[in-house]
């Protein structure tokens, strides 16, 4: 059997290169009636500053229960494990 690698990888190449060029000349048509002309027209939304940003309301999470809860899952997933390996022959 002849050794295709050599010549095989210049034309594996150009191929490449040729997909690439075509793909980056071929027209995307744009999306009609994607924006509303209203919303063209509009203006740029106000920035708000530091102190006018919302405050976040909810608490922050207990890390103490995600690690028990986390620790818990693996506990399980442990077992699981366990199970299917003595099942399993």
């Known amino acids: 059997m002849a050794n295709l690698t050599r010549p095989f990888a210049p034309s594996l190449l150009a191929a490449v290169a040729l997909v690439a060029l075509a793909a980056g000349c071929a027209r995307v048509p744009e999306p009609r009636g994607a924006t509303s002309r209203a919303a ?3 203006d740029y939304p106000a920035l708000l500053t530091e102190d006018q940003m919302p405050v976040r309301s909810e608490a922050e999470p207990d890390g103490a229960a995600i ?3 986390l620790q818990a899952r693996a506990a399980a997933l442990r077992a699981r494990a366990r199970a299917l390996f003595l099942v399993t022959p």
């Open 40 to 42: 063209e027209a509009a």
């Open 67 to 69: 690690a028990g809860s």
